[in-house]
């Protein structure tokens, strides 16, 4: 039997019941409080906010705690520039992270940009919404990148075939069962269309 599912546009809720799990890496005693403050005020679901002031102290807790989302400043007693940031990504390479700092310009924007940095943003810009709104997207992508990875894992420990398709009918995952019930490989069928009918959210099952 094959189970075919077809995706959902967003199947994730920021209001999940685990508190969202946030690194602040700044050595600015009163930025700190200034960033708590503000994270606080718009608290929807609980935030767990652990703050560290250099880079060493933020590997080494980044190594050995979950975390959704990392805020740091690029100037640090012990960092400078973008190598804050290719340290945590070294670390952990899907964490989504967040640049706070008073020295923004298109270099370091760009730089930012290639290591999959989520947002570049003046600290002078903290009371304004954007941080806030920065940060909540940021917590969204980390939930479905988090949700899709415990989707992956169930659906490679199912005894079933199980290949995901999106509104157009064309495979974006495929289970190794699946694989073995079409002698295909995973190149071979994912973004290829299966041809069948099925509607978002539905569950079909082929018989044979």
């Known amino acids: ?22 690194l602040l890496v ?13 994270l606080a005020a718009a608290d929807r679901s609980g935030i767990e906010l652990a703050a560290v002031h250099t880079l060493k102290d ?3 807790w980044l190594s ?8 740091l400043d690029l100037n640090l007693p012990d960092s400078q520039g973008l190598g804050t940031v290719q340290a945590l990504r070294h670390v952990d390479p899907q964490v989504a992270l967040i640049v706070l700092t008073s020295s923004v310009d298109e270099a370091i924007r760009r ?8 947002d570049v943003i003046d600290k002078g810009q903290l009371r304004d919404g954007l941080f806030m709104a ?31 398709v999106d509104r157009e009918g064309r495979v974006k995952y495929v289970n190794s069962q699946a694989l073995s019930f079409f002698e295909r ?19 079909v099952e082929l018989r044979v």
């Open 1 to 22: 039997m094959v189970n075919t599912t077809t995706s959902r546009t967003s199947i994730f809720d920021l209001d999940s019941a685990r508190p969202v799990r946030a």
């Open 26 to 38: 700044e050595d600015n005693v009163g930025d700190v409080e200034l960033t708590a403050e503000y």
């Open 58 to 60: 933020a590997t080494h």
């Open 64 to 71: 050995t705690n979950a975390c959704d989302v990392a805020i």
């Open 111 to 118: 730089g930012a940009s290639e290591l999959r940095v989520s």
């Open 134 to 164: 920065s940060f909540l997207h940021a917590v969204e992508r980390s939930r479905a990148r988090e949700q899709v990875q415990q989707l992956k894992k169930l659906f490679a420990e199912s005894p079933d075939a199980i290949v995901v």
């Open 185 to 203: 490989s995973e190149g071979d069928l994912v973004d290829e269309r299966l041809h069948f009918a099925a509607r978002a959210g539905d569950t």
